[in-house]
């Protein structure tokens, strides 16, 4: 009787045969099952859309016994979707590295069973990765390959530089931090509830900080999320109030009937006026300095220099409110030429407000033009619109 042969090549001899050759055969039959335990071979599977059938050479322990390897490296050019058959009697398991190439990155590699509709594994487009699979046998016609690689679940795995996604490129990259205490934890959820991502650890009250690159934005979607930052606050002419020594002027300018007319406050080309208001900061604010923009509008076409300064002091609970004011800052703006445009000067530089700060104090700001500096100008009355108050926030909300 002859001899016959497993699915992955060894031969398996009949009693009374090969007399002679079975040292020779036996030899051979263990290298096929070194093949197949730890063997390497590389299939170059280059070209258009195709099937590749990996070869069995019976009793042939050689890489042309493509099947009878455990580590099977699919290399090449490719040009359309790839598939790759093993026969049908096959059952062991493989590790298939796929090195191809390709263009686009939009063609699959498919190891399957030579016939029959029984389950496939597969190289999504531009996945240039490595699986662990195995091949059951377990149907005579539509046996299964199971992709074993998705199931594996591992432990604190150290990750030492980042991963990667399916195509090679870079999704996620990590630095390491000496004595690191605090991290992120990721819980998914039931239905009708989001999942969470937490700072836990060692410490205590734990910033969960994320970061753009450059001038990017945190966003929910398509929309900007707002964080702690620079604010601004809008006080138009008519919350200014006029303090009884040297008050500028409250005066209504009518453009065209109908149209927008401006509520102003007249400052004066030749005396010092002063105008005031006060505001209750929100406790986000991190009470730290504050800059500002005067909106104003000439009330001639003169082209000189305006100039503005706003001063602030803050008072807590109890203090008298007989303080004096912090230094100002002032501001420079030349006349835009043309009665009733509108303008605003730049922002200011960085002004210290009075009196330590501290939150639900009420704070007061006192604005005037500089009309006795040399350097101020402009020869008509400078009719201010409003003031726009940049301050900073350190926390998310007011509570």
């Not at 992709?147 to 996620?172: C, K, R």
């Not at 990721?186 to 410490?203: F, K, M, R």
């Not at 303080?323 to 509108?342: C, L, P, S, Y």
Request: aromatic share 8%; net charge negative; hydrophobic share 40%.
């Amino acid at each position: 009787m002859a001899s016959t042969y497993t699915g992955l090549g060894t031969e398996l001899m009949v009693t009374g045969e090969a007399a002679g050759t079975w040292g020779t055969k036996t030899n051979t039959n263990l290298k096929i099952l070194e093949q197949i335990a730890g063997g390497y071979v590389a299939i170059d599977i280059n070209g258009g859309a195709q099937t590749t059938n990996l070869a069995v050479s019976d009793g042939a322990a050689t890489d042309a016994n493509q099947v009878g390897h455990r580590i099977i490296e699919f290399t090449g050019a490719i040009t359309g979707n790839q598939i790759v058959t093993i026969p049908l009697d096959v059952q062991t398991f493989y590790i298939i590295k796929n090195t191809t190439s390709d263009g686009t990155n939009g063609y699959t590699v498919q190891l399957k069973y030579i016939t029959g509709s029984g389950s496939s594994v597969t190289f999504a487009g531009g996945d240039r990765g490595t699986k662990l699979l195995y091949a059951t046998a377990n149907d005579g016609t539509n046996p299964d390959l199971v992709d074993a690689t998705a199931s594996l679940s591992l432990t604190s795995p150290s990750v030492i530089t980042g991963i990667n996604d399916v195509i090679g490129n870079e999704l996620f990259k990590v630095t390491a931090t000496a004595s690191a205490i605090n991290e992120f934890t990721v819980a998914n959820a039931a239905s009708g509830n989001g999942p969470i991502l937490s700072t836990t650890g060692g410490g205590t009250n734990i910033d969960l900080n994320l970061n753009p690159k450059g001038s990017g934005v945190l966003k929910s979607g398509t929309a900007a999320v707002k964080i702690a930052g620079t604010e601004t606050m809008w006080i138009p002419a008519n919350a200014l109030y006029l303090p009884t020594t040297n008050p500028a002027d409250a005066a209504s300018v009518e453009t065209t009937a109908l149209r927008p007319e401006l509520k102003v406050l007249d400052f004066d080309a030749s005396t010092a006026q002063y105008a005031q208001f006060a505001i209750a900061m929100p406790k986000s604010w991190n009470l730290g300095t504050v800059t500002y923009q005067v909106f104003w509008s000439p009330s001639t076409t003169n082209t000189g220099n305006c100039i503005f300064g706003l001063q602030g002091v803050s008072c807590t609970e109890g203090d008298t409110a007989d303080v004096v004011f912090g230094t100002a800052q002032e501001v420079t703006d030349a006349g835009i030429g043309t009665v009733e445009d509108v303008q605003m000067t730049a922002a200011s530089s960085a002004m210290t407000i009075a009196g330590s700060p501290a939150d639900d104090d009420q704070t007061f700001f006192q604005l005037y033009r500089d009309a006795a500096d040399g350097s101020d100008t402009f020869t008509g009355e400078a009719r201010v619109l409003g003031i726009k108050l940049f301050y900073t926030t350190d926390a998310a909300n007011d509570a």
